[in-house]
């Protein structure tokens, strides 16, 4: 259940009422009116690195990506 806290109260606890908003989220009443609601920070979502192929195959333009072959030697034309 959320707490009202009167204003007075809230700042003369402040670090109990951080700890109180971890949990769910508190009021803030100043004159026996609520007046702003105190919640945790949800942390972001760290987003997964995209690998070089899929940067590529996002890209707008249009690319042409040749496909892999097994084959491993070149000719350097000596």
Known sequence: MTKHWAL???KARLS???????????IITYR???????R??????QKKPK????VLR???YELEIPPRTSDRERDIGL
């Open 8 to 10: 007075q109260d809230a």
């Open 16 to 26: 109990e009422l951080v700890r109180a908003a971890e949990k769910e989220p508190q």
């Open 32 to 38: 026996g009116e609520p007046k702003v609601e105190v």
């Open 40 to 45: 945790a920070v949800r942390p972001k979502r």
């Open 51 to 54: 690998t070089l192929l899929e």
């Open 58 to 60: 996002a890209c707008p």
